[in-house]
């Protein structure tokens, strides 16, 4: 345990300087999965409740103008993956959902997203290991 007034300095910990915007669409889970991961020791920098919001928040710098936009058949999450992708960016997605990823089959698959964690599996340490910072 620290004592008062020792300040232990920054962590050696691989997960600091890792940082992350949450995008979901409920709020709870947003809440959530940010007192977890701040917790963890990732530094969440911004959430939004879709990919067009943290797009205009400026959360994202490297995704192009439109990067949210969506033929009706892909799922913004695919699109928006893959748009970031195609810009060159540094920004890994890992995806999550409440649903299997087998319900999504060969999406999942073909995305350019790091991973997918469902949320009831969503933990500092599994995202820690999905990112590389372990």
Known sequence: MTEVGNDPGPRDDPIVGVTIVIVDDHAGFRAMARTMLQEAGFAVIGEAADGEAALAAGAVPSAPPGAARRPA??????????????????????????????????????????????????????????????
């Open 73 to 134: 058949s892909r799922p913004r999450w695919l699109c928006l993956a893959q748009r970031l992708a195609d810009a060159g960016g540094e920004e890994l997605v890992v995806l999550t959902s409440s649903r299997s990823a087998a319900d999504y089959g060969s999406r999942l698959v073909r995305s350019p997203a790091r991973g997918f964690i469902t949320k009831a599996d969503l933990s500092g340490p599994v995202l820690a290991r999905m990112v590389g910072a372990v």
